[in-house]
């Protein structure tokens, strides 16, 4: 889907009651999946397209998402690597210095973060804000590619 990018935009800051979430998934006929629920928060799935949208239990509505390409979901054969589009023309594989001239501006934030094993390599993370979103592109260790994408509202 060619705007997937902008859909799961649409859905982030909306309600339980808007008929976005629910169309977008007749649309790519990928039924979410609750794969966290608990009293504050519940992510869903969509293991079929490659991104996950988590609810705010407590204010109500539609707050992040996230984009997996390089993730250690996808590694796993666990989650389809995201096949849609991103902003500026920025294609997952792109290195960070391509994803800052594409987007013309510089990251507010760039730092370096560790995997969830102790084993893991440092992955970077550029933080940027873009309309009312931060937008984090994660590039994955040792290649430094762009391999993951959050976005929270």
């Known amino acids: 889907m060619k705007d997937l990018f902008e859909r799961i935009l649409q859905i982030l800051g909306t309600s339980r009651d808007s ?3 629910q169309q977008l998934s007749t649309d ?10 608990h009293q504050y928060e519940t ?5 079929k397209t490659g991104f996950s949208i988590s609810f705010d239990e407590v204010k109500g509505h539609y707050w992040h998402a996230f984009i997996h390409y390089g993730s250690a979901m996808t590694l796993s054969g666990r989650v389809t690597p995201y096949n849609g589009n991103l902003p500026a023309g920025i294609l997952l594989g792109d290195d ?27 992955d970077l993370w550029d933080v940027y804000e873009l309309s009312s979103f931060k937008i984090t592109f994660i590039f994955r260790a040792p290649t430094e590619q762009l391999a993951s994408v959050a976005i929270e509202c």
């Open 96 to 122: 960070h210095e391509l994803v800052e001239e594409k987007l013309e501006k510089r990251p507010l934030s760039s730092k370096y973060i560790q995997g969830s094993s102790p084993d893991d390599l440092k």
């Open 43 to 47: 992510v869903y799935l969509f293991r």
């Open 28 to 37: 790519l006929e990928d039924e979410p999946e609750a794969v966290i629920k």
């Open 19 to 21: 008929s976005l979430f």
